[in-house]
């Protein structure tokens, strides 16, 4: 599939809380991360509302031409690092945006952030994410352990 479907972004606001729950509690989503448990809505809401708050995270919500939410991406910049995630929709999967929406969420936060590295950490076992990681140009991989997980460090800059 072509790599020039027509997506766009806009920032997540309070009200998108319920989507970013559905999606943080995908079966995939929830397997892929470094905390397998389902969430807790109301500790969510908690979460999502500091995070949106911060000054530091980026929610990055991509929609269609319909302006259907397809996924997002979230830039978290933290004291030591700056690390990136994503989640596509389950319906919008293996349809060719992941690598769009992470291609223009990297290009937005790091013209913003010129001097800042953004960090990826993949578990050993999601051959895909660390495949789309490499399409959207993140590189210099190094094995690494994360949260007690056999992982793959990737990293993009300017």
């Keep these: 599939m072509p790599d020039n479907k027509k997506i766009h ?12 729950y559905k999606w943080a509690n995908d079966e995939v989503v929830r397997q892929n991360s470094f905390n397998p ?78 001097s800042i590295v953004i960090t990826a950490y993949i578990k050993v076992e999601n051959i895909a994410s660390r495949a789309l990681f490499k399409k959207a140009g993140f590189a210099n991989e190094e094995s690494v352990t994360e949260q007690g997980y056999a992982s793959y460090k990737l990293s993009k800059k300017i």
Excluded at 54 to 62: A, E, N, Q, V
């Design 9 to 20: 972004f806009r920032f997540a606001k309070e009200t998108d809380v319920d989507l970013f």
């Design 37 to 114: 448990s389902k969430l807790i809505f109301e500790d969510h809401v908690k979460w999502f509302k500091q995070k949106l708050e911060s000054g530091t995270c980026f929610f990055y919500l991509f929609l269609d031409t319909n302006n259907t939410p397809i996924g997002q991406v979230r830039i978290d910049s933290g004291n030591s690092e700056t690390v990136i995630g994503i989640s596509v929709d389950e319906h919008f999967r293996g349809k060719s945006y992941g690598k769009q929406m992470l291609i223009q969420a990297t290009d937005d936060f790091l013209i913003k952030n010129s």
